[in-house]
């Protein structure tokens, strides 16, 4: 789960990494108050979730009253298009506005996964401001990594070791980085990323950016970050899907499918590309679906326009043949269902369930197995 | 033979009064397993399908002899689960549930590392199963797979269900079937288990299955590359999943350019890996690439 950068900063202040004061704002007639609250001159910062705000015009110094009153009213209400948003970009509802900061020298503070040595790394460069991929092509040698025990937490030699690699303050370093470790062990994060962390005309170390991502898996013992999450941010299908517990993601093909198994899913978009169509969407539907969540994964499935075929693909294990087949008939019901619709059943209980799909007066077009149903993919659509 | 489980293989199924642990306890026992314990806390002295429901782990295993384990417990208490199990003796751990946070099962594999002798297969898995000794540890159909000596690593569920089945269809029989799981940080990856296929007489060549995410994979095929003398057919999932989005699994996501299907199938063909491409054919494939 993703929260905007306004959010990542309430935590990092109470953890005790230094950030800019700053307000949010959603009306351009609070922008008054808070420069008078701040003082000139201020940042005024688009709230998205995508990166590469700041190359695409979402992130402006404002000098005056009326710049910041300006540059809130150019941004608010408008799509932000950066080079993570897709051609439409996202719209822009809310500005963060923080006080400007004397910019000395820019770091890049970040902390991920490591799945091949897995644990929590914490990473450091003295390139701050380039994006980490970037920087991981062009200039790897200016990356410094510490690897986290999971049972030891962060140790100070590793403080120091990379305080020392940015040439800043061992003690305001370590504590930062204390704290960035204790906020992302604490709120089961999977990515914290401080780009950039400034030094200060006066000294000190600020926080100007932040980011934040968090373990979908760990939610349930976070209730104050799943409050976090801005559903305006979601596609709107992929919000719905999540109520059910679906894991479905929009793609931009015409051929939408329903699989169990997230293996199985992705593969069948594969085999739906390699026989000459596009899939619409990813849906795993998981193991433990009942005929509910399939009908409602039907309904979101049919409310993209762009769907012409829909490839219900089931390899029964623990969900049966028996009940995919009930949902889709029950859903089949309740939606209009206006495209055709192909079942290719597998496994566990599948005599029933393609009993039941034949005796259903519903007109399905039946795949004996996977070649056979991507050939009939490519006769109903052409 | 197979690897992992055999005739001596006495199963424990840890959450066996949930409904999962109910269903499966059935299936399994159904396909022939031994299984000869359950444990759910504060329920012993009862009986799923006649098998004796016990307290601790220690209880199961002092009174039935029990040596490998199957959990089903929920998330927020799978990896106590797991301690329990390793602490009660078991080498063997099969971990079925799904959704157990990155940063816990990180500890399991620190604690791991001090239990070199034991074996944990997923998190997020359908477990494993071995056609010729009649052992399911797991959640996969049973009646679509057959003895033989195919062995099968995967990171997905019913995509492994598909292909095991392909592979019976083609009548290529399977040794050990093995869904390794989708998770970020799995307990054993596919070189812990290629390892084993190597050392295993019966088994005379390995399907493996990866997905989008991580560097599993590449690491496969260099170790493949330099140590495993047994024909590899890979497939990898994915190819048209978008970069940033997860797939379902928690590690199944390109992110930061890394994890592409493309990266994997490169590595798996650099290493002379024959790398399937049309999963609708796999079991035939399979047979010809293997020559048998």
Not at chain 1, 5 to 20: C, D, S
Not at chain 1, 217 to 224: G, M, N, Q, V
Not at chain 1, 351 to 363: H, T, V
């Amino acid at each position: 789960m993703k929260v905007h950068e306004y959010q990542a900063k309430e935590l990092f202040a109470r953890y005790g990494i230094p950030v800019p004061r700053g307000k949010l704002v959603t009306q351009v007639e609070e922008v008054e108050g808070v420069v008078n609250e701040l003082g000139l001159p201020v940042v005024v910062k688009a709230q998205i979730h995508a990166g590469g705000r700041g190359k695409a015009g979402g992130v402006k110094l404002a000098k005056t009253l009326d710049e910041a009153r300006q540059i809130t009213q150019n941004m608010l209400g408008k799509p932000l298009v950066t080079h993570q948003t897709g051609g439409q970009g996202t719209i822009v509802r809310k500005v963060w506005i923080e006080e400007g900061a004397a910019i000395k020298k820019e770091f890049y503070v970040g902390m991920v996964i490591d799945r091949a040595r897995r644990c929590p790394v914490l990473m450091v460069s003295p390139a701050g401001g380039m994006e980490i991929e970037e920087l991981a092509k062009e200039k790897p040698e200016l990356i410094f990594k510490e690897p986290i025990d999971p049972f030891l937490g962060l140790l100070p030699f590793q403080c120091r070791s990379l305080a020392f690699k940015l040439g800043v303050d061992l003690k305001q370093a370590g504590k930062m980085f204390m704290a960035l470790t204790r906020l992302f062990v604490e709120k089961d994060c999977s990515l914290a990323e401080i780009n950039p962390l400034i030094l200060t005309e006066d000294g000190n170390l600020l926080a100007i950016d932040a980011k934040l991502n968090f373990d979908d898996s760990a939610l349930f013992r976070h209730p104050d970050v799943k409050e976090m999450l801005d559903p305006d941010e979601l596609d709107p299908l992929e919000y719905e899907a999540s109520k059910y517990h679906l894991n479905y993601v929009r793609l931009d093909g015409n051929v939408g499918i329903m699989v169990n198994g997230a293996g199985l899913a992705m593969a069948t978009m594969d085999v739906i590309k390699l026989a000459g169509a596009e899939p619409a969407n990813f849906l795993d539907v998981g193991g433990s679906a009942n005929a509910e969540m399939i009908a409602q994964g039907f309904k979101i499935i049919l409310s993209d326009p762009n769907v012409k075929l829909i490839f219900i693909n089931i390899f029964g294990g623990i969900l049966r043949c028996d009940v995919l087949a009930q949902g889709v008939i029950e859903a089949a019901k309740q939606v209009e269902v206006s495209v055709p619709i192909l079942v290719r059943l597998e496994g566990t209980n599948v005599e029933q369930g393609r009993e039941m799909l034949a005796d259903s007066g519903l007109n399905f077009v039946v795949g004996k197995d996977l070649s056979d149903a991507a050939s009939k993919i490519v006769e109903i659509l052409s | 033979m197979g690897i992992l489980v055999n005739n001596e293989t006495r199963v424990l199924v840890q959450g066996i009064t949930g409904r999962e642990g109910v269903f499966h306890t059935t299936q399994m026992l159904a396909y022939g397993t031994k299984v000869v314990a359950g444990v759910t806390p504060g329920k012993a002295g009862q009986q799923v399908e006649g098998v004796p429901v016990f307290n601790t782990v220690e209880d199961a295993v002092r009174e039935t002899g029990a040596n490998a384990s199957v959990i089903f417990v929920p998330a927020a208490f799978a990896c106590d689960a797991i301690y329990e199990a390793v602490s009660a003796g078991i080498k063997l751990i099969v971990c079925i549930t799904e959704g157990i946070p990155t940063l816990d099962m990180m500890k399991v594999k620190r604690f791991l590392s001090n239990h070199p002798d034991v074996v944990v297969i997923g998190l997020n898995c359908p477990g494993l199963i071995a056609p010729p000794v009649k052992c399911k540890m797991g959640i996969m159909p049973g009646h679509i797979h057959t003895p033989g000596t195919i062995g099968v690593i995967s990171r997905s569920g019913t995509l492994t269900y598909e292909i095991d089945y392909q592979l019976t269809l083609a009548g290529l029989g399977q040794s050990t079937c093995i869904g390794i799981g989708g998770d970020q940080i799995p307990g054993s990856n596919f070189i812990d288990l290629l390892k084993m296929f190597k050392d295993d007489d019966e088994t005379q060549g390995v399907v493996m299955v990866g997905e989008i995410g991580g560097t599993a994979e590449e690491e496969a095929a260099e170790w493949i590359k330099q140590n495993f003398n047994k024909p590899v057919v890979a497939f990898i999932a994915g190819r048209t999943a978008p970069p940033g989005k997860r797939m379902g699994h928690a590690g199944a996501i390109i992110s930061g350019g890394q994890g592409t299907a493309e990266s994997k199938m490169e590595a798996l063909r650099a290493a002379g890996i024959y790398v399937a491409e049309d999963l609708g054919t796999l079991g035939q494939t399979v047979k010809e690439v293997m020559g048998l």
